[in-house]
């Protein structure tokens, strides 16, 4: 069973950047996909943003394209979350996810991480 430890939230400005990690203890396989996910205050878990383990295929929510970039590093068995052009709408626990489908359904990933709380304000 593969764990995930996320880190790197915080808090910062409207139009700041933060970089979230997620480092993974445990064979992640070529068949993953490492997903990431966040949870707005009073709200449902939604997608933000995926990658397949064995090579560059992602894909992200509309409200995140352009301004988020998913990577992962697999020397180090760690996934990251670079966020720019934050804005408050981002507030959120941020989870890091490992599933087997190509899927923005949280349903689909059998592992989480523990979140990291990120809050964008001015």
């Known amino acids: 069973q593969v764990q995930l430890v996320e880190s790197g939230g915080g808090s910062v400005q409207p139009g700041g950047s933060l970089r979230l990690s997620c480092a993974a203890s445990g064979r992640i396989y070529s068949s993953s996909v490492m997903g990431w996910f966040r949870q707005p205050p009073g709200k449902v878990r939604e997608f933000v943003a995926l990658?397949?383990?064995?090579?560059?295929?992602?894909l992200y929510a509309d409200s995140v394209k352009g301004r988020f970039t998913i990577s992962r590093d697999k020397a180090e068995n760690t996934v990251y979350l670079q966020m720019n052009a934050l804005k408050p709408e981002d507030t959120a626990v941020y989870y890091c996810?490992?599933?087997?489908?190509?899927?923005?359904?949280?349903?689909?990933?059998?592992?989480w991480g523990q979140g990291t709380q990120v809050t964008v304000a001015s």
């Open positions: 996810a490992k599933g087997i489908q190509y899927s923005s359904s949280p349903t689909d990933y059998t592992s």
């Open positions: 990658t397949r383990w064995s090579r560059d295929s992602t």
